[in-house]
């Protein structure tokens, strides 16, 4: 079973960046679809990009799309989501999340969730 955490979340400010990181345990990283969602406070957790186990896809929520980068390297267990030109709409607890996968493909059900890196953007 994988084990996931997040860390490198902060307090920065709007049009500045921070790169998320999403650890993995286990020798079975590579075959696991990554994301990242998002929950801000009073809301609904809502996604935020995806990226194929072979790292040769992506697909993002359109409210992020051209400001964020979800990345992997199999290598490492890990899991990034570089994000520029920050918002105060981006302050949320950001989580990373795994799905087993079988095809390489995007669109997966993601049943495995780290505890949350909390960004907070001021105006």
């Known amino acids: 079973q994988v084990q996931l955490v997040e860390s490198g979340g902060g307090l920065v400010q709007a049009g500045g960046s921070l790169r998320l990181s999403c650890a993995a345990s286990g020798r079975t990283f590579s075959s696991y679809a990554m994301a990242w969602f998002r929950q801000a406070p009073g809301k609904e957790r809502e996604f935020v990009a995806e990226?194929?186990?072979?790292?040769?896809?992506?697909y993002y929520a359109d409210s992020v799309k051209g400001r964020f980068t979800i990345s992997r390297d199999n290598a490492k267990n890990t899991v990034y989501l570089q994000m520029n030109s920050l918002k105060p709409e981006d302050t949320a607890v950001y989580f990373c999340?795994?799905?087993?996968?079988?095809?390489?493909?995007?669109?997966?059900?993601?049943?495995?969730w780290g505890r949350g890196t909390q960004v907070t953007v001021s105006s």
């Open positions: 990226i194929t186990r072979s790292g040769g896809s992506t």
């Open positions: 999340a795994g799905g087993r996968s079988y095809s390489d493909s995007l669109g997966n059900q993601y049943n495995l």
